[in-house]
């Protein structure tokens, strides 16, 4: 073995190991391999200098900086709990999926967003409770994927208004099926993004035009204007929050959790369900309202 391929081994293995590919053996690198990374000496001290996770040009953060991130990016997903666990938005009989759906989409973004926020390198399955939260930053990633989409479908599903509470569930359960499966797929695939909630919307535009005899569902404009209003902010805010090298701290990030979540807040009160108990019909008035 000559002395530059014997070098080019040596950091492959090291980049293999230690560079975000997740490699637990030292075997030979395959220079036809995708994922084969040519590393000199240099590169090697200065990434072990910075302590690199996964990209040679991502040095570690500074304590202060993942104060920052922690704050931003992870405490958002919480502020918008008590707006939304009350009785008139998602605590309702008929909503009792959908609640825990929200609790969990919750909980995974927290946990995808400290694990990013703290540097943690993501050791996967072989993460701890305290270094990557059990089960490391990528599968809290997917996880979070599965639930944020998930979100947007049974939304839809609210809004297709079912009048048997059975078609609902079936509708609700055969969606998270569909979304499992294409996050399964392709997590990172846009278009195994948008799918599931496309799907869903078109059953919704038929269950009101074939089925309904193009009878829709009777929305309040006064929670319908102010979701759009909100849902505009917060995606407008996401769009923004995608550049990093124009948001090192995430702010616009943030502000995408906490919009998302008070839209979400006027989301669920849009429409009066055939499905909720007539009982305990969900007041309208302005004053029931934490917002404008």
Not at 90 to 111: D, G, M, N, Q, V
Not at 270 to 285: C, F, G, K, P, W
Request: one cysteine or more.
């Amino acid at each position: 073995m000559s002395n530059d391929y014997q070098q080019q081994y040596t950091t492959n293995e090291y980049y293999n190991n230690y560079g975000g590919f997740h490699s637990t053996t030292s075997q030979r690198p395959n220079p036809q391999n995708p994922l084969y990374r040519p590393m000199n000496l240099e590169q090697i001290y200065w990434s072990q200098s910075n302590q690199l996770r996964g990209r040679l040009e991502d040095p570690k953060r500074l304590n202060s900086e993942k104060c920052i991130w922690v704050l931003v990016t992870a405490i958002t997903n919480l502020i918008p709990i008590p707006l939304l666990f009350r009785k008139k938005v998602l605590l309702k009989r008929h909503l009792i999926f959908e609640a825990c759906l929200t609790a969990f989409t919750l909980l995974c973004s927290f946990a995808y967003h400290f694990c990013d926020s703290m540097d943690f390198d993501d050791w996967a399955s072989h993460s701890t409770l305290t270094y990557g939260l059990y089960i490391g930053e990528g599968k809290w990633h997917r996880l979070d994927n599965i639930g944020a989409i998930l979100c947007f479908v049974v939304l839809l599903v609210h809004w297709t208004n079912y009048q048997n509470n059975s078609y609902a569930k079936l509708n609700k359960f055969i969606a998270l099926f569909i979304v499992i499966c294409c996050q399964e797929k392709d997590p990172w695939n846009m278009q195994y993004t948008i799918a599931p909630i496309v799907l869903q919307l078109i059953i919704m535009l038929l269950k009101w035009t074939y089925f309904d005899n193009w009878k829709t569902p009777t929305f309040n404009m006064y929670f319908v204007k102010r979701s759009i209003i909100w849902q505009s902010l917060a995606f407008l805010c996401f769009y923004k929050g995608l550049n990093e090298d124009t948001d090192p701290y995430r702010l616009f990030h943030g502000l995408w959790h906490m919009l998302a979540g008070i839209a979400s807040v006027y989301h669920w009160q849009a429409i009066q369900s055939h499905r909720e108990d007539l009982n305990n019909e969900v007041s309208t008035m302005k004053k029931d309202s934490l917002f404008v």
